[in-house]
């Protein structure tokens, strides 16, 4: 196997979960620019990619179907002994482990929860393919091996063991400029005696004896002492083949420790901000933990009134006030702010004062750090000094901006369903009171009023009996029509696969359709509730007989996302199609005006929509679409 001279890491990520090896591969990116992470969801794909590119470290779950991890290890350790292969897995024991270390395992991490699980694994990652590439170019270009040691960027040494002790034989300047020792201080001198703290002697005994019995190290944490003080590296080496000695090479991550410490103090100071009832609430705790958490004192947050189309200041340190005065209002089309906030996208200014588009030109201010916050609005980290924010800061920024964005986004539907459930309250009590008057009050008045009209009927004949009789019936017929648009109206929350032409049938079997005709043209199955599909296709046809004359023909038919009811009747007039859903609406002194807008009421409740048009036969053609076609 061979490694291409390049700054870039190719890994493959083999893991069963699609969604998980996305999110994980998206975080590693970011983590550090030259990933380019491939995903695989088996081992069997996993293979062939490595035959079709050999990435530069392969990132592997165990616990997957059909091949699992270690074997999956196994496979590919027989074609490529040196290749990274970091077990990345959330099924963690000690047999697990002893079987990936047996089976030639580069490294083993356990998933967590959190991001800064990626952190770590970028560290690995980083280091695994370091150091391989390491042990490639010292035994395959010994020739330009000092070139290349004195070009690392890592603090490297080089040692040979005597009487076995670390004897240093040569530093490169990474190694000077960070621990600070030069080199003719060291070389020819034990590396121990400089770099081991007093409490670690037998820490770095046991480093020793494993070094020169050929083991390797992997990204091991250490803490070593160095001019300054103590600070902790990651150890990796690569031996000689004899292992009388070999190189050292140590990675600093005391400024990543304290990443990760942020990180995760970040981390608990999010479920603060996930409770806020409200934008406000979220914008005044963002601003302390940016101050507490982040360590940026001067700091404030701005929210977006939509209405005059500026920034208002929401929340704002005091340490901010006393630097700035009364934070200022950012107008559309002025201000840094103003263009971090239309383009979205995050502003570092290591001195704003350069700046003629800032809007205070006698700013104390001198180095920003402008975030937006999606719709919301932008948050400002600033420092009275010029360049103070370093690449760290700014990677906290961004992730903490999209924290906040979030929060804020969650506070904004929190308080849309708490003025929309407080709305439907509301329509609830209405409609009890009203169910309750239609159901009650009004329909025992009627079962009165008709008892009455068939006693007097026993006393006497009069048409004026008939005609009272005829009026209880269509206000019957008007209290059950609004009782259905008042009971049914809302939003159909179950659906289920139902065939129209069975429900079809089943409707015109229920309906008084004298001498018409249905002719059903449909096959689709839908998703649908079908009780109420059922009441939709009984009023529809029922529509269509008493007002299609006599012998009329109805139709179904299919179209391209839903379905239509057709009739030969002599159609409704173009101008009154706009009105025909309308409550109360009729062409007839028997109809009640309801029909129509219930069957309006019930293609609205499942998200559908409904038309009026002419029909092929010159009659009228009802069009439902919107409809969820099933097969």
């Given at each position: 196997?061979?490694?291409?001279?390049?700054?870039?890491?190719?890994?493959?990520?083999?893991?069963?979960?699609?969604?998980?090896?996305?999110?994980?591969?998206?975080?590693?990116?970011?983590?550090?620019?030259?990933?380019?992470?491939?995903?695989?969801?088996?081992?069997?794909?996993?293979?062939?990619?490595?035959?079709?590119?050999?990435?530069?470290?392969?990132?592997?779950?165990?616990?997957m179907p059909g091949v699992d991890g270690i074997e999956f290890l196994k496979t590919v350790r027989k074609e490529f002994p040196n290749l990274p292969f970091i077990l990345?897995?959330?099924?963690?024991?000690?047999?697990?482990?002893?079987?990936?270390?047996?089976?030639?395992?580069?490294?083993?991490?356990?998933?967590?929860?959190?991001?800064?699980?990626?952190?770590?694994?970028?560290?690995?990652?980083?280091?695994?393919?370091?150091?391989?590439?390491?042990?490639?170019?010292?035994?395959?270009?010994?020739?330009?091996?000092?070139?290349?040691?004195?070009?690392?960027?890592?603090?490297?040494?080089?040692?040979?063991?005597?009487?076995?002790?670390?004897?240093?034989?040569?530093?490169?300047?990474?190694?000077?400029?960070?621990?600070?020792?030069?080199?003719?201080?060291?070389?020819?001198n034990s590396l121990d005696d400089y770099v081991i703290p007093e409490e670690k002697t037998e820490e770095a005994s046991q480093i020793n004896q494993r070094v020169q019995?050929?083991?390797?190290?992997?990204?091991?944490?250490?803490?070593?002492?160095?001019?300054?003080?103590?600070?902790?590296?990651?150890?990796?080496?690569?031996?000689?083949?004899?292992?009388?000695?070999?190189?050292?090479?140590?990675?600093?991550?005391?400024?990543?420790?304290?990443?990760?410490?942020?990180?995760?103090?970040?981390?608990?100071?999010?479920?603060?901000?996930?409770?806020?009832?409200?934008?406000?609430?979220?914008?005044?705790?963002?601003?302390?933990?940016?101050?507490?958490?982040?360590?940026?004192?001067?700091?404030?947050?701005?929210?977006?009134?939509?209405?005059?189309?500026?920034?208002?200041?929401?929340?704002?340190?005091?340490?901010?006030?006393?630097?700035?005065?009364?934070?200022?209002?950012?107008?559309?089309?002025?201000?840094?702010?103003?263009?971090?906030?239309?383009?979205?996208?995050?502003?570092?200014?290591?001195?704003?004062?350069?700046?003629?588009?800032?809007?205070?030109?006698?700013?104390?201010?001198?180095?920003?750090?402008?975030?937006?916050?999606?719709?919301?609005?932008?948050?400002?980290?600033?420092?009275?000094?010029?360049?103070?924010?370093?690449?760290?800061?700014?990677?906290?920024?961004?992730?903490?901006?999209?924290?906040?964005?979030?929060?804020?986004?969650?506070?904004?539907?929190?308080?849309?369903?708490?003025?929309?459930?407080?709305?439907?309250?509301?329509?609830?009590?209405?409609?009890?009171?009203?169910?309750?008057?239609?159901?009650?009050?009004?329909?025992?008045?009627?079962?009165?009023?008709?008892?009455?009209?068939?006693?007097?009927?026993?006393?006497?004949?009069?048409?004026?009996?008939?005609?009272?009789?005829?009026?209880?019936?269509?206000?019957?017929?008007?209290?059950?029509?609004?009782?259905?648009?008042?009971?049914?109206?809302?939003?159909?929350?179950?659906?289920?696969?139902?065939?129209?032409?069975?429900?079809?049938?089943?409707?015109?079997?229920?309906?008084?359709?004298?001498?018409?005709?249905?002719?059903?043209?449909?096959?689709?199955?839908?998703?649908?509730?079908?009780?109420?599909?059922?009441?939709?296709?009984?009023?529809?046809?029922?529509?269509?007989?008493?007002?299609?004359?006599?012998?009329?023909?109805?139709?179904?038919?299919?179209?391209?996302?839903?379905?239509?009811?057709?009739?030969?009747?002599?159609?409704?007039?173009?101008?009154?199609?706009?009105?025909?859903?309308?409550?109360?609406?009729?062409?007839?002194?028997?109809?009640?005006?309801?029909?129509?807008?219930?069957?309006?009421?019930?293609?609205?409740?499942?998200?559908?929509?409904?038309?009026?048009?002419?029909?092929?036969?010159?009659?009228?053609?009802?069009?439902?679409?919107?409809?969820?076609?099933?097969?």
């Open positions: 196997m061979s490694f291409r001279c390049k700054k870039e890491i190719h890994i493959l990520h083999v893991d069963d979960e699609p969604g998980f090896a996305d999110m994980a591969g998206m975080f590693l990116e970011q983590e550090d620019d030259r990933f380019t992470v491939e995903t695989a969801t088996s081992a069997d794909e996993g293979l062939e990619r490595i035959s079709d590119r050999t990435p530069d470290c392969v990132v592997s779950d165990y616990d990345f897995t959330g099924r963690g024991s000690e047999e697990v482990a002893s079987d990936a270390i047996s089976a030639g395992v580069t490294d083993y991490l356990q998933k967590e929860s959190g991001s800064e699980q990626y952190a770590v694994l970028s560290n690995r990652i980083t280091n695994a393919v370091a150091q391989v590439r390491a042990e490639y170019e010292l035994k395959e270009e010994r020739q330009r091996s000092q070139i290349l040691f004195e070009r690392l960027t890592q603090p490297t040494v080089e040692v040979e063991y005597k009487s076995n002790e670390p004897i240093v034989q040569q530093v490169n300047p990474a190694f000077e400029d960070i621990f600070g020792y030069d080199a003719s201080e060291i070389v020819g019995a050929g083991g390797r190290l992997n990204s091991v944490e250490v803490t070593r002492r160095t001019a300054d003080g103590n600070r902790e590296f990651l150890l990796q080496n690569a031996v000689y083949e004899d292992g009388t000695g070999g190189f050292a090479i140590y990675t600093d991550i005391t400024g990543r420790k304290q990443r990760e410490e942020s990180l995760n103090a970040l981390q608990e100071a999010t479920r603060d901000l996930m409770n806020a009832q409200d934008k406000q609430a979220v914008a005044e705790q963002a601003v302390e933990t940016a101050r507490s958490v982040l360590d940026q004192p001067i700091n404030g947050l701005w929210l977006q009134d939509s209405d005059e189309k500026v920034l208002q200041p929401a929340a704002m340190t005091v340490e901010s006030t006393e630097v700035v005065g009364a934070p200022p209002t950012y107008s559309e089309g002025e201000s840094l702010s103003w263009e971090a906030f239309t383009a979205n996208e995050i502003r570092i200014y290591d001195d704003v004062r350069t700046r003629p588009e800032r809007i205070n030109a006698e700013t104390p201010i001198r180095s920003e750090i402008i975030i937006p916050l999606g719709e919301h609005g932008v948050m400002n980290m600033g420092a009275t000094e010029p360049a103070t924010f370093s690449e760290g800061d700014v990677s906290l920024a961004r992730i903490f901006g999209k924290t906040v964005e979030t929060a804020l986004d969650r506070a904004d539907r929190e308080q849309r369903l708490r003025n929309q459930r407080s709305h439907v309250q509301r329509q609830n009590d209405r409609l009890d009171k009203f169910t309750g008057v239609v159901s009650h009050d009004l329909q025992n008045p009627l079962h009165v009023a008709d008892a009455r009209i068939k006693l007097a009927r026993k006393e006497c004949e009069s048409p004026h009996l008939a005609e009272a009789a005829d009026a209880l019936a269509r206000m019957e017929a008007l209290i059950e029509d609004l009782l259905t648009i008042a009971q049914e109206g809302a939003k159909v929350q179950e659906t289920e696969p139902t065939t129209l032409k069975t429900v079809a049938e089943k409707s015109w079997d229920c309906v008084e359709t004298s001498d018409a005709t249905l002719q059903s043209g449909t096959e689709h199955t839908i998703q649908a509730d079908p009780n109420r599909l059922r009441q939709l296709l009984e009023n529809l046809i029922c529509n269509a007989v008493v007002h299609g004359g006599e012998g009329v023909t109805i139709r179904t038919g299919e179209l391209e996302d839903g379905f239509y009811i057709s009739d030969d009747g002599p159609g409704i007039p173009a101008e009154e199609r706009d009105k025909v859903f309308e409550a109360g609406y009729s062409t007839t002194v028997e109809g009640t005006g309801f029909g129509l807008n219930i069957i309006e009421e019930i293609v609205e409740a499942h998200g559908w929509e409904i038309r009026v048009t002419d029909s092929k036969d010159g009659g009228t053609r009802f069009e439902i679409t919107g409809v969820e076609i099933v097969e």
